[in-house]
């Protein structure tokens, strides 16, 4: 043991010096009173210390300032006794004044060697000057104290009389120090291990306490999981929780790894600490990751604007979502490609009041039946780790009959906490009809339906929506379009828009790319409309069957990229209209 005496007088350091020759342990020794001392003794955990000495006022500040311990030389029977014995004899009124253990061991010993004299407590340092004042008006000549006391009564004009440590004092402090350091030993090679462990823990650990400080956090976190913490979970909110509600469970995503994030309350300290624990789930994120995204739960601004919504059909299934999105049943959404379903997702988590948890978006389509088993394997899997979040299965109805059977097992033996949307672009009712769906799956995952109309049906939304476009593809590719022309918005609502708002987003884009002036043209539209969507929507085309299933799909096809304008559609395939109407009738 290494310890650092700090003697507020001279003569203390001395006495301690020639006490300490005999211990076994090394002691160093300096003078140092109030301010003086806590500057030497911040100083000595830095220089090797394990423990510091000092007395009184001294001993106290320091102990506020370091981290190592304090030990006191306290003010002991005899060192009292002695000093009464000297002042016994002295002439003039004399006082004693210090904190309550040494005015009151003062009153005690005075009393047994009935000497008479008077004590006063003071309770803070403050109180020191006001009190000899009194004592001085009084008529008091000699104060009997501590350090500070002493030097006080000395500068208002009274005779100061230090109560000063004896060898008894200094000895127990020294044995009090031994004690107090094989404890310390003991506790800090078991915080070493502690932290060690957490140090090399594979799960990010990290405390703050109600202001928001982080108290401590692990290698794991500090290197890892620092960043995409911040950046996706709202730390106060989280806090909060966990005080109020005592848990707290969230989702985050790094680098295509995903962590659960557990929140629990530190017991035992005197400020509420809030504990927050970063597992990586299970299973392979490596190979789930493809098809599965997690939007975090910073989603700030309303996916949908709702007054771009001009048609009537579109504001009944927004105001549907909203009303949906505060209930905990599942939601179906259907309609056929490019609708829009995965925004309205997007646009249910918004409204909930899970919006400030994960938004888990699991793209059915691109999973593989390896995938499936993994994502469904485990209890502790990624289907159940978003509970307080939403988790959007995309595409439901493109997965096989057997993973059907597996997701639908597992949702019925986990019950996932979070809210399930589904969405559908095929006939479901008719895929279930054909066995191609199952029927409990989807009965169980929609509890509530929202169907999204075609953008055929939904012309009115068409020239907001290409506004939208408009700008992000000005702002995709550094253009300054200004604005659309009438006729050229009038073009695209003849159209019929078989890729739905997908393929309106495609033309848009495309155009503006194109476009030389600072409107979009009719022209412009028309040109992409007529050359671009001929070639890409043919190479789409289902050439199964016989010729004459293939020519109606064709017809069929021209028809509706002619906004089902017949003769518009006749002219283009070089056939009468009278040709076409029988041709259509037989569709
Ligand atoms: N109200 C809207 N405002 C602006 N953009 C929209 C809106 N609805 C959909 N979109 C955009 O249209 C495209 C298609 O939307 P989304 O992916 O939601 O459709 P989907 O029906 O889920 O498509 P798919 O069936 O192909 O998976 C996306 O780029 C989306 O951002």
New binding site residues.
């Given amino acids: 043991m290494k310890a650092l005496a700090i003697a507020p007088y001279e003569g203390l350091k001395e006495l301690i010096i020639e006490l300490g020759r005999n211990q076994d342990f090394e002691i160093h020794v300096e003078v140092g009173d109030l301010e003086k001392g806590v500057e030497l003794a911040s100083r000595a955990a830095d220089q090797g210390f394990d423990i510091i000495i000092s007395r009184g006022g001294t001993a106290e500040l320091i102990q506020r300032k370091v981290s190592i311990p304090v030990i006191e030389i306290e003010v002991s029977g005899y060192d009292m006794l002695r000093v009464l014995t000297l002042v016994r004899d002295y002439p003039g009124k004399a006082a004693i004044v210090g904190f309550q253990p040494i005015s009151e061991g003062a009153a005690t010993v005075s009393q047994l060697l009935e000497i008479d004299i008077s004590h006063f407590v003071i309770s803070k340092e403050e109180e020191v000057t006001p009190t000899l004042k009194q004592l001085l008006e009084k008529g008091y000549e000699v104060i009997i104290g501590d350090v500070i006391t002493v030097k006080e009564a000395e500068n208002l004009g009274l005779n100061g009389v230090l109560i000063t440590s004896g060898k008894e004092s200094i000895l127990k402090a020294f044995q009090n120090a031994k004690k107090m350091h094989n404890y310390f030993s003991i506790l800090r090679s078991k915080l070493l291990i502690a932290q060690q462990i957490l140090q090399e823990e594979e799960e990010g650990i990290v405390v703050f306490d109600t202001t928001l400080n982080s108290v401590y956090s692990n290698t794991c976190f500090t290197e890892q999981l620092k960043k995409t913490f911040k950046a996706s979970i709202k730390i106060e909110e989280a806090v909060t929780e966990v005080i109020s509600k005592g848990e707290y469970t969230s989702l985050i995503e790094n680098n295509n790894i995903f962590w659960k994030v557990k929140g629990t309350k530190l017991q035992g300290f005197e400020t509420s600490l809030v504990l927050f624990r970063l597992q990586r789930v299970e299973s392979n994120p490596k190979r789930l990751s493809n098809g599965i995204k997690i939007i975090s739960s910073l989603m700030n601004s309303s996916p949908?604007?709702a007054s771009?919504?001009k048609s009537n059909q579109?504001k009944i299934v927004l105001q549907s979502a909203e009303r949906y999105s505060e209930k905990e049943e599942s939601i179906w959404i259907s309609?056929?490609?490019?609708?829009?379903?995965?925004?309205?997702?997007?646009y249910i988590h918004y409204c909930s009041s899970k919006r400030s948890f994960p938004l888990m978006t699991i793209?059915c389509s691109l999973l593989t039946a390896e995938q499936w088993s993994l994502l469904l394997s485990e209890e502790e899997g990624l289907l159940t780790s978003n509970e307080n979040g939403t988790i959007f299965l995309?595409?439901i109805d493109s997965i096989a009959l057997s993973n059907q059977k597996e997701l639908l097992s597992f949702l019925i033996k986990n019950h996932p906490k979070s809210r399930i949307i589904a969405?559908s672009?095929e006939n479901i009712l008719a895929m279930i009809e054909n066995s191609a769906f199952l029927y409990d799956l989807y009965y169980l995952l929609a509890q509530l339906t929202i169907s999204?109309p075609p953008l055929s049906k939904r012309k009115e939304?068409i020239d907001h929506?290409a506004r939208?476009?408009i700008n992000e593809s000005n702002t995709k590719y550094g253009k300054q379009i200004a604005g659309i022309r009438n006729e050229a918005i009038e073009e695209l609502e003849n159209y019929s828009w078989p890729g739905?708002?997908?393929q309106?987003?495609q033309v848009i884009n495309e155009t503006v790319l194109l476009a030389n002036g600072p409107f979009i043209e009719k022209e412009d539209i028309n040109y992409i409309l007529k050359t671009k969507l001929k070639e890409t929507d043919m190479s789409h085309l289902d050439l199964t069957g016989t010729l004459e299933e293939i020519e109606q799909r064709i017809i069929r096809q021209v028809w509706l990229e002619e906004g089902m304008n017949q003769t518009k559609t006749a002219e283009r395939l070089g056939i009468n209209r009278t040709t076409l109407w029988r041709k259509l009738k037989e569709l």
Avoid: P, Q, R, V
């Avoid at 309609?335 to 997007?346: D, I, P, R």
């Fill in positions: 949908i604007k771009f919504i579109m309609g056929e490609k490019g609708t829009g379903k995965e925004k309205l997702a997007h793209n995309k595409n969405s672009s999204l939304d929506i939208i476009f739905n708002i997908t309106l987003k």
